[in-house]
């Protein structure tokens, strides 16, 4: 499991549940319950990890909970 935060949010123009992981530029993951959505996250968190490993790019630390949100 990440340590990275993840806000979960309804989006009624995707009609899905959107996964947004602040920390890493661009990545988020949808579905169609909370639950898919955070799962789909884990998976995407992992390959945004990989590609920028591949890449030579730097994988921030993990912060944890924000302050404010």
């Known amino acids: 499991m990440n340590k ?8 009624a123009e995707d009609e899905s549940y959107i ?3 602040p920390e890493l530029a661009g990545c988020m ?3 169609d ?3 898919d ?8 968190i992992a ?8 890449l030579g ?3 921030p630390e993990p912060k944890g909970r924000l302050k404010y949100a």
Do not use: F, H, P
């Open 4 to 11: 990275y935060e993840v806000i979960l949010y309804w989006s």
């Open 19 to 21: 996964a947004e992981v």
């Open 29 to 31: 993951a949808d579905g």
């Open 33 to 35: 319950t909370m639950a």
């Open 37 to 44: 959505a955070l799962k789909n996250a884990e998976r995407v």
């Open 47 to 54: 390959e945004w990890i990989e590609v920028a490993k591949d």
């Open 57 to 59: 790019r730097e994988i």
